[in-house]
């Protein structure tokens, strides 16, 4: 898959997909040997960058912070909508993570700021039968992961990369940082987080890639 062209044809854009869709069916980049996160710190099939390249759908939403709404909801006691000062408002974390994309590049030591996961948590308080949470995207894209996995203390909306306002083309002006899986959980141009008693299986879930997407288990496409 190559880099996301800017205003991408849509000829273009049905290649990419495609093309994504064939490494799925052939199994591309799988070794077969499962790694270790304590002795490696490269996981199995990938390949260190340093530039950090840009992939998506090639649909690049406008930034307009006026408009800007995050909604969180679904199976959790108090909803929220914040707009961009209530949002900055909130307390801010730092992580610095490596990122690992199922394309084949990780990039070590990226400096994240944001909000937590865990302080969404304990304000939006999640049912007690609330297992998944789907992100839901600007350009139409979705993704989902366990709601254990949310709760990870790693886990961050971030607004902000090495100290500067996260770029549009990376998921500006917030993005989802799920560091321990593949970048495709970490969803960009975030709109809306739902917690839910059921899975929804998002874009990539749904055209041969794996629903959890461990890279230290190569769990980079659906069986
Ligand atoms: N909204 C949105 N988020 C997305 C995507 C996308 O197409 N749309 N692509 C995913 C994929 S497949 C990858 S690898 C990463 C890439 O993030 P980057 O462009 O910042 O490197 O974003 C993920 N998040
Ligand atoms: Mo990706």
Not at 80 to 92: G, L, N, R, T, Y
Not at 114 to 138: M, W
Not at 174 to 187: C, I, Q
Request: with cysteine; glycine share 8%.
């Amino acid at each position: 898959m190559t880099d996301r062209p800017d205003d991408a044809p849509e000829s273009k854009r049905a290649k990419l997909i495609a093309s994504k869709q064939a490494w799925a069916r052939d199994g591309r980049l799988l070794t077969g040997a499962p790694g270790d996160p304590v002795r490696d710190r490269l996981p199995p099939g990938q390949r260190l960058v340093k530039d950090w390249p840009v992939l998506d759908l090639g649909a690049l939403p406008q930034r307009d912070l006026e408009k800007w709404r995050l909604r969180i909801d679904g199976a959790v006691e108090n909803r929220i909508i914040w707009d961009w000062p209530a949002f900055q408002s909130q307390p801010q974390s730092r992580i610095r993570t490596d990122i690992h994309c199922v394309t084949g590049w990780s990039r070590y030591d990226n400096g994240w700021e944001g909000v937590s996961a865990a302080h969404i948590l304990d304000l939006v308080k999640p049912h007690a039968e609330a297992r998944h949470c789907i992100f839901y995207s600007r350009d139409g894209y979705t993704t989902n992961v366990r709601l254990d996995r949310f709760a990870d203390d790693e886990v961050m909306l971030a607004h902000s990369w090495e100290g500067k306002p996260l770029s549009q083309p990376h998921g500006g002006p917030v993005r989802v940082v799920m560091p321990k899986w593949y970048l495709w959980k970490s969803a960009k141009w975030l709109r809306r987080i739902e917690f839910s008693v059921d899975d929804k299986p998002g874009y990539w879930e749904t055209r041969g890639y794996h629903n959890e997407g461990d890279p230290w288990k190569e769990e980079r496409y659906s069986d």
